[in-house]
């Protein structure tokens, strides 16, 4: 079975300042696809940026992006010039890209980022 | 209406009561799911359904039925819960391709269920 790991359960950062969010995950497949995913205080859960497995390249979405380490298993989260409204709980997942297993997303416990203004 | 919408988005029931969560999906999608989210845990996920039929259950307990009369609308039936069923309920949903090629799930904001 596959495990999302979030060692960090807090963090903070300083508006307009960078902050990287770990995320790393266990899997024996090499199908697979990672997620970032952000809960605001309202609770409305919103894709933030995806990765393909088979991607080398770093998925990157404006002021977010990621550091895609296949062979460690690690998928981190980069939140450049931080806004307050980046403040949020902030989810990696996993999902596999087998067929018949695919459709499950496995959830790391999560991060809440602070943005201190 | 756009996106994924659930109500309520606060229910508060007695341990007897029998209640529903309503789900709707207006994206055109053909998955839905349902998630649990208590406090200081993963989002566990309870219930897929692709197409109409479920096609995964997550050994979750008979007292949360769930029925999905279209592709558009999922529901959660609620009969003789436990506090510890007390906890943020979120609805999903996504274009499966049946492959495995699942996209990626939009969610809803969530029914916050009391059981007192």
């Known amino acids: 079975a596959q495990t999302v790991t979030q060692s960090q359960p807090e963090m903070s950062v300083q508006e307009a300042e960078t902050v990287t969010l770990s995320c790393t995950y266990d899997?024996?497949?090499?199908?697979?696809?990672l997620f970032w995913y952000k809960q605001p205080p309202s609770r409305q859960m919103i894709l933030v940026i995806r990765q393909e497995a088979y991607k080398q390249q770093n998925a990157t979405e404006n002021r977010f992006s990621v550091n895609f380490q296949k062979a460690a298993k690690s998928f981190s989260l980069k939140i450049s010039d931080s806004q307050l409204g980046d403040a949020a709980m902030y989810f990696c997942a996993y999902r596999s890209g087998v067929s018949g297993s695919a459709r499950q997303l496995t959830f790391g416990s999560g991060t809440q980022l602070t943005v201190l203004p | 209406e756009t996106g994924v919408t659930q109500t309520p988005r606060h229910l508060v029931m007695g341990m007897t009561n029998k209640k529903s969560l309503k789900c709707e999906q207006h994206?055109?999608?053909?998955?839905m799911y349902w998630y649990k989210q208590s406090a200081k845990k993963p989002l566990e996920l309870m219930f897929v359904?692709?197409?109409?039929?479920r096609v995964e259950n997550n050994s979750v307990p008979s007292r949360f039925s769930p029925e999905c009369p279209n592709s558009s609308h999922l529901f959660l039936h609620l009969h003789t819960l436990q506090p510890e069923d007390s906890a943020l309920y979120l609805c999903a949903s996504s274009q499966d391709w049946g492959s495995g090629r699942a996209n990626e799930q939009f969610f809803g904001p969530g029914t916050r269920l009391t059981v007192l």
């Open positions: 899997t024996s497949e090499s199908d697979y696809y």
């Open positions: 994206l055109g999608h053909n998955a």
């Open positions: 359904y692709s197409l109409e039929e």
